[in-house]
C-alpha cells in the first residue's frame, strides 16, 4: 500500500460547480497535512495546509481532515478553467522534517 | 517561492558525464531537500539536508550526491549520468514555523 493515495483523475467538472480531491494515507501518527497545486511545466505550489480534524476554509478552498479515518480532501468551490492542474496531497509523519507526496489528481475544469 | 532558485533550468547531457545542480535559497531555510518528479511516480525524495554539511538519503539517492557547504547553497551531483536520471529535478526548502515546504522553479534534465 502506498503511504499516500490520490486518484490520479482526471476530474472533470464544469465551471462553477464544487470539485472534490480525496487524499487517503497510510501512518496513523500523520500530523500535518498540504495541498499543492501544480500547473504543466511548473513547480508545486502549496495551496493549504492543515493540522487538525476538521475543515479550513480559505477563499474558494477548504480542507477537511479525518484522523480516524485518515483521509484529507480539498474543496474547490466556484471552479475556474484557471484551476485546472494537478493538485498533490502530502503527509508528514510527526517528528521529521520529510514529507510524503501523492502521485497526484489532475483536476480539468470545463468552460 | 521566489526565495529558492534553481540553475541551470534545461540541460542536456550524455550518458557517463557528470552533472551538477544547483540550489540556491535566500529564505534561510535550514532544511532542503532534493526531489525527482516522473510521471506515474510523482515526487520522489532524492537527499535533504538538515543543516551545513548534514545531509541523509532519501527513497532514490542511488547515483545521486549532495553537498551543502553553506546555508544558501545545496547542490545534487550526478557522478555519472544514465538515461534513467532522464526527470525534472525539484529543490525545496521548509519554513520550520508552519512545516511548510516551498519549491524551487525545477530543472529538467536529459541524458541522452
Known amino acids: 500500500q502506498k503511504e499516500v493515495e490520490q486518484n490520479s483523475g482526471p476530474l472533470s467538472v464544469p465551471e462553477g460547480a464544487i470539485a472534490s480531491l480525496n487524499c487517503t494515507y497510510s501512518d496513523r501518527v500523520s500530523q500535518s497535512f498540504f495541498w499543492y497545486r501544480q500547473y504543466s511545466g511548473k513547480s508545486p505550489e502549496l495551496i493549504m495546509s492543515i493540522y487538525s480534524n476538521g475543515d479550513k476554509e480559505d477563499g474558494r478552498f477548504t480542507a477537511q481532515l479525518n484522523k480516524a479515518s485518515q483521509y484529507v480532501s480539498l474543496l474547490i468551490r466556484d471552479s475556474q478553467p484557471s484551476d485546472s492542474a494537478t493538485y498533490l496531497c502530502?503527509?508528514?509523519?510527526?517528528?521529521?522534517?520529510?514529507?510524503?507526496f501523492g502521485t497526484g489528481t489532475k483536476l480539468q475544469v470545463i468552460p | 517561492d521566489a526565495g529558492i532558485t534553481q540553475s541551470p533550468r534545461h540541460k542536456v547531457t550524455e550518458t557517463g558525464t557528470p552533472v551538477t545542480l544547483r540550489c540556491h535559497q535566500t529564505e534561510n531555510h535550514r532544511y532542503m531537500y532534493w526531489y525527482r518528479q516522473d510521471p506515474g511516480h510523482g515526487l520522489r525524495l532524492i537527499h535533504y539536508s538538515y543543516g551545513v554539511k548534514d545531509t541523509d538519503k532519501g527513497e532514490v539517492s542511488d547515483g545521486y550526491s549532495v553537498s551543502r557547504s553553506k546555508t544558501e547553497d545545496f547542490l545534487l551531483t550526478l557522478e555519472s549520468a544514465t538515461s534513467s536520471q532522464t526527470s525534472v529535478y525539484f529543490c525545496?526548502?521548509?519554513?520550520?514555523?508552519?512545516?511548510?515546504?516551498?519549491f524551487g522553479p525545477g530543472t529538467r534534465l536529459t541524458v541522452l
Open positions: 525545496a526548502g521548509t519554513d520550520e514555523e508552519y512545516n511548510e515546504q516551498f
Open positions: 502530502a503527509v508528514r509523519v510527526g517528528g521529521y522534517q520529510k514529507v510524503t
